[in-house]
Every structure is written in structure tokens, then in C-alpha cells.
């Protein structure tokens, strides 16, 4: 079966320092990937998504940057955080060539910019 | 530019109570997901309807599709505690190669009283 894997769980970081956060999937190949936001009690918001290795698309022009280093691992980065990047981060996954295939979400990433 | 809407965004209804939460979109839509989220943690899968009329049903929950009105609904039948939590809404378009980019609702927080 597959698994989604993302951490750390919370993070606190000061405003201005860098930001690495890691996702891999497990037990599925050629994934497409997929990273999402949630401010506190808000929707989701689509920030980047990758059919493939090296390939990212970005959602929404902003201070963070997305990698795609290997087929199932994703890294969301920022150089210089700011206080409106704190939020909750979801990494998710679907089968890639599966046009119906719901996001599979893995547990997030509670961020706090002070 | 596809938006989501959910009403209502709170929702307290008393054990046993029938009662159905509203999505609706704004452009056409080839998919319509429904997802589960608990206090603090991700984002559980529920529903997926990819058809105008589609019908799905897993216990108290059933979920219906109407392409042509652009309305998701979410019928609960007599609500049980458990239920609570925040429920999501998100439709979808084909984008290029098979990236699946979901816009989501900003979500229908349930509250089952008893």
C-alpha cells in the first residue's frame, strides 16, 4: 500500500530564516506531488505540483520555492520566511496518469513564524 | 477562474438530526471531491464524483453530483457525535499532462451535540 510521509510535524522559525520542508511518498511510482496551504480556519491553497522530476509548477507567486530532486521525494523551501508564510502545509500525492485520482494528503507541517 | 463555495460554514446539529451541506462552483467542473478533516490533523479522503447525477453513500454520509446546477451536496443522516469535524469540497480541472489542481471550499465545520 501507499504511504506519505512529511516533516517535521511543528516547526517554529524565526522571521527571516530559511525554511526546508521534506515529503516522500511510498509503495507508487512517477506520483505527481503536490504541496498546499491552510491558514487557520481557512480552504486549502495550491502552492506547487510536479508531474515529474524536476518538473514544478507554481500556483501562486510567493516566497517559497518547491524541488523535486528524486520521483518520490518533494521539498517545499523558502530563503527568508515572513509571518504571513506560518500555516499549516500539506503535502499530497495521486497517481500520475490517473486523471481521477483523489489527493492522498500526508499529516502536515504546523508552522509558526514569529 | 474556478471558485468553491460551502454553506453553511458552521453547522451544530443535535444527535440524530438529518441535515445537508451546500457546494457550489463557479465554472465547469469535471470532478468534485468531498474530504473529512479532524481538529489539528490532514485531510481524509470521503467522495469522489466524477459524473453529472452520481450518487455515493458510506454510512451516515451521501454525497450527489449535479453537473448542470454546478452543486455538490453532503446529506448526513442522523448524525452521530463522531461526525464532527470539518468537511471540504473541492472541484477540478484537466490541466495540462495529469496534474489533478483542486480548488478548494473553505470548508463546513460540523458540530453534532447531543
Known amino acids: 500500500s501507499q504511504t506519505i510521509h512529511q516533516w517535521p510535524a511543528t516547526l517554529v522559525q524565526p522571521v527571516g530564516s530559511p525554511l526546508s520542508l521534506e515529503c516522500t511518498v511510498e509503495?507508487?511510482?512517477?506520483?505527481?506531488l503536490y504541496w498546499y496551504r491552510q491558514a487557520a480556519g481557512r480552504g486549502l491553497q495550491l502552492l506547487f505540483y510536479s508531474i515529474g522530476i524536476g518538473q514544478i509548477s507554481s500556483e501562486v507567486p510567493q516566497n517559497l520555492s518547491a524541488s523535486r530532486p528524486q520521483d518520490r521525494q518533494f521539498i517545499l523551501s523558502s530563503k527568508k520566511l515572513l509571518l504571513s508564510d506560518s500555516g499549516f502545509y500539506l503535502c499530497?500525492?495521486?497517481?500520475?496518469?490517473?486523471?481521477?485520482?483523489?489527493?492522498?494528503f500526508g499529516n502536515g507541517t504546523r508552522l509558526t513564524v514569529t | 477562474e474556478l471558485k468553491v463555495e460551502q454553506n453553511p460554514l458552521f453547522l451544530s446539529m443535535q444527535e440524530g438530526k438529518n441535515y445537508t451541506i451546500y457546494c457550489n462552483y463557479s465554472?465547469?467542473?469535471?470532478?468534485l471531491y468531498w474530504y473529512r478533516q479532524d481538529p489539528g490533523k490532514s485531510l481524509e479522503s470521503l467522495f469522489v464524483?466524477?459524473?453529472?447525477?452520481a450518487v455515493k453513500q458510506e454510512g451516515r454520509l451521501m454525497a450527489s453530483l449535479d453537473t448542470k446546477a454546478r452543486l455538490s451536496t453532503l446529506h448526513i443522516t442522523a448524525a452521530v457525535h463522531d461526525l464532527s469535524a470539518t468537511y471540504f469540497c473541492?472541484?477540478?480541472?484537466?490541466?495540462?499532462?495529469?496534474?489533478?489542481?483542486?480548488?478548494f471550499g473553505t470548508g463546513t465545520r460540523l458540530q453534532v451535540t447531543l
Open positions: 499530497a500525492w495521486t497517481r500520475g496518469f490517473s486523471y481521477n485520482s483523489p489527493l492522498h
Open positions: 509503495g507508487t511510482s512517477n506520483p505527481n
Open positions: 473541492a472541484a477540478g480541472r484537466r490541466d495540462t499532462g495529469t496534474a489533478s489542481k483542486l480548488t
Open positions: 465554472t465547469t467542473s469535471d470532478r
Open positions: 464524483l466524477l459524473s453529472n447525477g
